[in-house]
C-alpha cells in the first residue's frame, strides 16, 4: 500500500523515563458499537455523536445488582441521577428494578416526570430548598439530612403538613481513605452524629428511620466499604438501643469504579479496579458479619459510574492535523473538554474505526474549542490520522452527559443502540435555538 507523503522532520529526544504511561491505548479498532457501524451512525447523525449501549448497561447493572443480591437478602439499588439522566437511561434502569436518586429539586421533577413515584426516590445533597423537601416530604420521597439547618427546616415542613416525616441522616466517617469527605453529612467520630440524632428525638417531629453515606467516587478500595458498613450497623444499634427507634435502611452510597483509567494510575483498568463482585463481598461480609440475628434492614447502593460508565461512547472525528514546534503531532477534532469534561481526571481508551497504515506515535488531541485547556489525551499511541479519520473514545457513559457545556458549540445527538442492529435517537443534536431561546433583547438595543 502506498504510505502517505510526510515533509520529514527533526525530531528532538526527550530524555527520562522512557514511557511512564505504559502500553498506551493505541492500536484497538472498533469498527461498530453493538453491531451498528460507526459509519452508519456517523452518516444518519453526525458527528460528534455520543452513543449508549442498551445492552451493556443492562448488562452492568445486572452484573453488579447480582453481585449484591447473591450474598444478602435484602437489596435496593437507587439510580443516581446526577451520573446520568438522560430519560432513556433512566427509563432502562428504572425498568430494571432502580428507584431513583437525586440531589436537587431540578432532578427530582425530571424522575417525577418520568413516571417515578414520590415513595421510590431518594433525595440527597446539601441544598433542598423548603419548597423541594415540602414536596418531596408530602410525596413520601425518603430524605436523608445533610445538615443541622434541614433539621430545622424539616420541622417546619412536619408543621406545615400536620404529620411527623421520616427522615435519614447522611454520615460521614473515617473509613481509611483520603481524602476523607467531611462536607457532607454529620460526622461520626466527633459525635456530631449523635447529636443529630439526638435533636431530632427531642424535637419529636421528625422519625429517623435510616442512616446514609458516600464516601467518595471511584473508589478502588473494597475494605473502605466494610468498614463503613460496621461503623453504621454499630451507630444503627446504638441509636435502636438508647431511643427506641427502628433503622429500616442502611444507605452504602455509591463510589464503585467503572473499567476507566484514572490519570497518574499507569495500571490497565483490569488490573487496577476491583470487581464487584470484591466490593459486594465486604460489603455484604461485614453487614451479615455485624447484624443481630434475624436482623436485615434494607441495604441501598446508589451506585452511579460503575453502572453507565462503560455503556457510553463518544464517536468524534479529525479536523485537522498539524506539528507541534517539538515535532510532535496534534490533531483537531470535532470534540473536547465541552463534551467530556471528564476529560481532566482520565486518560480514555480510544479507538479507530478502522486500521490506519504507520507508525504508531505519541500525539495529542486537542478539541474544537479556543481554550489552551481542551485537550481530550496529551499521551495518545496512534499511527498518523488523515483528516476524516473517526476516533471512538469511550468509557464515557457517566458525569458527561449531565456536565457537557453548551461553551462555544451546541451539544450533539445522543442515540441509543438497542441491540438488534438498530439506533434510536434519545437526545437531538442542539442549535441557535436552544442557545438563544430565553434571551430577551431590550428594545433600545435592536441593531435594526
Ligand atoms: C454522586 C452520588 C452518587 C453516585 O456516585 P458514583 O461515584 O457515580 O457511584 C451516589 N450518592 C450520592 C449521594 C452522590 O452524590
New binding site residues.
Given amino acids: 500500500m502506498k504510505q502517505p507523503y510526510e515533509k520529514p522532520f527533526i525530531k528532538k529526544v526527550q530524555v527520562g523515563l522512557m514511557n511512564k504511561f505504559g502500553t498506551g491505548y493505541g492500536g484497538h479498532i472498533r469498527p461498530d458499537i453493538d453491531g451498528v457501524p460507526i459509519s452508519d451512525l456517523v452518516t444518519r447523525f453526525g458527528s460528534p455523536l455520543f452513543v449508549f449501549s442498551e445492552r451493556r448497561l443492562r448488562e452492568s447493572y445486572r452484573t453488579i445488582h447480582r453481585a449484591f443480591s447473591t450474598r444478602y437478602p435484602n437489596i435496593q439499588f437507587s439510580w443516581?441521577y446526577?451520573?446520568n439522566y438522560l430519560d432513556a437511561v433512566c427509563a432502562i434502569l428504572h425498568q430494571e428494578g432502580e428507584t431513583a436518586?437525586v440531589?436537587s429539586e431540578l432532578e427530582y421533577q425530571k424522575a417525577r416526570r418520568l413516571g417515578v413515584p414520590g415513595n421510590e426516590i431518594i433525595f440527597?445533597g446539601p441544598y433542598k430548598p423548603v419548597e423541594a423537601l415540602k414536596t418531596a416530604a408530602s410525596e413520601g420521597a425518603t430524605i436523608n439530612i445533610d445538615h443541622f439547618d434541614e433539621v430545622y427546616d424539616l420541622e417546619e415542613v412536619a408543621d406545615s403538613l400536620g404529620r411527623r416525616i421520616n427522615v435519614g441522616i447522611r454520615l460521614n466517617m473515617d473509613t481509611g481513605i483520603s481524602p476523607q469527605w467531611t462536607r457532607f453529612g454529620f460526622n461520626l467520630e466527633s459525635g456530631q452524629a449523635l447529636d443529630a440524632v439526638k435533636r431530632i428525638v427531642s424535637g419529636d417531629k421528625l422519625v429517623l428511620n435510616g442512616l446514609h453515606c458516600?464516601l467518595g467516587?471511584?473508589l478502588l478500595e473494597p475494605r473502605a466499604y466494610a468498614t463503613a458498613i460496621k461503623k453504621m450497623v454499630d451507630f444503627s444499634y446504638e441509636i435502636q438501643d438508647n431511643f427506641g427507634l427502628k433503622i429500616e435502611y442502611l444507605d452504602i452510597?455509591?463510589?464503585?469504579p467503572s473499567r476507566n483509567r484514572l490519570k497518574g494510575i499507569y495500571l490497565p483498568p483490569d488490573v487496577a479496579v476491583p470487581s464487584a463482585g470484591e466490593f459486594a463481598e465486604a460489603i455484604c461480609d461485614t453487614l451479615l458479619a455485624c447484624l443481630r440475628p434475624g436482623d436485615f434492614p434494607t441495604l441501598v447502593l446508589?451506585?452511579?459510574?460503575?453502572v453507565v460508565d462503560e455503556a457510553g461512547f463518544l464517536i468524534t472525528t479529525v479536523h485537522a492535523a498539524k506539528r507541534l514546534p517539538d515535532g510532535t503531532r496534534s490533531y483537531v477534532l470535532d470534540a473536547g473538554l465541552n463534551l467530556l469534561f471528564t476529560a481532566f481526571w482520565y486518560n480514555f481508551k480510544i479507538e479507530l474505526e478502522k486500521e490506519i497504515p504507520g507508525p504508531h506515535d505519541s500525539c495529542v488531541l486537542y478539541g474544537p474549542l479556543c481554550m489552551n485547556i481542551d485537550v481530550l489525551a496529551e499521551n495518545a499511541l496512534l499511527p498518523p490520522l488523515p483528516r476524516g479519520t473517526r476516533l471512538i473514545v469511550s468509557p464515557v457513559g457517566?458525569y458527561n452527559v449531565t456536565q457537557w457545556m453548551q461553551f462555544i458549540r451546541s451539544r450533539p445527538a445522543v442515540v441509543l443502540v438497542s441491540g438488534n442492529g438498530d439506533a434510536e435517537i434519545i437526545r437531538e443534536a442542539e442549535d441557535l435555538t436552544d442557545l438563544v431561546g430565553r434571551e430577551r433583547l431590550p428594545d433600545r438595543l435592536k441593531l435594526r
Avoid: I, P, Y
Wanted: glycine share 22%.
Fill in positions: 443516581s446526577k451520573t436518586e440531589v440527597n458516600h467516587t471511584f452510597g455509591g463510589g464503585l446508589e451506585t452511579g459510574r460503575a457517566a
